[in-house]
């Protein structure tokens, strides 16, 4: 679809009402999206985007929110350390930036601790994996993992960061592309 066409498609289903634009799935920092934020805003539009933080892109800068979401171990794909650094440093002042981390098991935790300490500065949202492998919603397993990372992460004594479930789980349970 064309800029103009997004938009518009935006702009129907909002009844032409300025919103909070999310950009995510995959990793929209591949897509050429800074003519869309361009156009976006000039109809009054905000926008957030969610990536893995691999990849930086000068237009990061635009954003209003920018939730950054390095994979953990538990993923099997190497973090790439300098990727993430430099979209910190894309993003700039201007968007307020986060990081969320999926947290399945003590490893990943671990790893949590560490991005996390790397970028004091940045506030740390956790959340509990979700077993894609399920079709069906285990809302009860969901429900004691996050009650498990609440409870690690108070042990810990680490009191900034967030313990949140997530709710697309929730809503959807692991239905893809929704």
Known sequence: MSNAAVLGEVNRLTGERPIVVTLSGGNPALQPLADLIRLGRKQGHRFALETQGSVAQPWFSQLDSLVLSPKPPSSGIAMNLSGLTECIKAAGERPSTALKIVVF????FAFAR???ARFPRLPVYLQPG???QQTELDTRGLLERLSRLV???RAAHW????VLPQLHVLVWGNKRGV
């Open 105 to 108: 098991d003590d490893e990943d």
């Open 114 to 116: 560490d991005i996390s």
């Open 159 to 162: 009191y900034d960061a967030r």
């Open 130 to 132: 979700n077993p894609i």
């Open 151 to 153: 409870d690690k992460t």
